[in-house]
């Protein structure tokens, strides 16, 4: 009897140490928010082994911010292709082709064309004959001029260019001429016509196409000079346009309010080297602000304000000369005109 109990006992502890046995053979794991760790009946190598390739991303969100490497320019030592340089700008245009010289008479009557022509839209002042300031190289211009002018008479920075002129329309006693500035760079800067007998040109035409005049210059005398004429001088100045245009013509004095007609068309009158019908046109670079003294260039002339010399401003001689049904006329007082 004691004997079987005790081999009851042994079966019993040998199956518990059986089950203690298989027990501790299974794995077991441990976690945290980090790491996986695994131990069992695996030899060390491989369990170190195992825990660095079973690390895992921790289990809590994190906020990862993104920044962006730019890519840095290559210099000439990281770099075999030599980096661009700045071509400089040339200072004129390709040679222009020649044009074909003009026998004498086709020459004028080329001149008396352009002067027609001047006013089309395609070449409003202060563009003249292609040319316009600011914007035109003078070595553009040049072969076009040489096919038609009488000569060109010309040093590194200015020109004179004389023109075939009939007779009709030249001014007695004096050459017909353009003169053309340049600056460094060969860039047309300034160009002055000499004034002709020329129609299309009056203050009206020329009001009508470029607006209200930004100033508006006089200049005359208090009394009838030797030759029996009055010289009076209308200036009209365009700023914004690089435009002036200075008019002639002889004046009426009646008691003493002296009077100054603009006809629109060319009037026969006995003195036309003292009052051609066509203006002197100086031309400038657009938006240069130009000094009266320098629009006029000649020593000793003082021209005076529209405002202070008649009842008129630039804006009232403006509606008083394009109104048809107007004298194109200036009075002002003689007395105004009287040396203090």
């Known amino acids: 009897m004691f004997r079987n109990w005790m081999n009851f006992i042994k079966v019993i502890l040998l199956v518990a140490i059986q089950l203690i046995l298989l027990i501790a053979c299974q794995p077991t794991t441990s976690h945290d928010n980090e790491t996986v760790l695994v131990t069992g009946t695996i030899p060390n190598e491989q369990e170190v082994a195992l825990f660095e390739a ?11 911010t993104a920044t962006s490497t730019s890519t840095p320019i290559p210099t000439a030592a990281s770099s075999p292709t030599p980096l661009p340089t700045e071509t400089p700008l040339p200072l004129a245009t390709v040679t ?5 010289t003009l026998p004498p008479n086709e020459a004028a009557d080329k001149v008396l064309a352009l002067l027609a022509d001047n006013q089309n839209p395609e070449c409003l002042l202060p563009c003249w004959w292609g040319a316009t300031p600011g914007q035109t190289h003078w070595h553009d211009i040049e072969p076009f001029l040489k096919s038609f002018a009488l000569e060109i008479k010309a040093n590194s920075s200015a020109a004179l260019v004389y023109l075939p002129l009939h007779e009709a329309i030249e001014v007695p006693g004096f050459d017909g001429y353009v003169a053309y500035s340049w600056n460094d760079s060969g860039v047309i800067k300034e160009i002055s016509l000499k004034p002709m007998n020329i129609s299309g040109y009056d203050p009206q035409t020329m009001m009508i196409l470029h607006g ?4 508006v210059w006089l200049k005359t005398f208090p009394v009838v000079l030797p030759g029996e004429v ?3 001088h209308l200036l009209l100045v365009y700023q914004e346009k690089g435009i002036s ?3 002639y013509v002889d004046a009426v004095k009646t008691g003493e309010t002296i009077t100054a007609c603009f006809e629109p068309e060319v009037v026969e009158v006995e003195r036309p080297d003292l009052f051609p ?18 629009i006029v260039s000649i020593p000793g002339e003082t021209y005076f304000p529209l405002e202070g010399k008649s ?12 109104n048809p049904d107007e004298l194109p006329c200036i009075d002002t007082p003689a007395e105004q005109w009287r040396e203090p």
């Open 212 to 215: 209200v005049p930004d100033e």
């Open 96 to 100: 222009p082709t020649p044009w074909p």
């Open 54 to 64: 079973m690390t895992v991303a921790p289990t809590r969100s994190i906020t990862q």
């Open 245 to 247: 245009l200075r008019y």
């Open 277 to 294: 019908a066509g203006p002197r046109i100086y031309l400038w670079e657009p938006g240069q602000q130009k000094t009266i003294d320098e």
């Open 230 to 232: 009055l010289p009076f």
């Open 311 to 322: 009842d008129l401003t630039p804006q009232t001689l403006f509606e008083m000369f394009t």
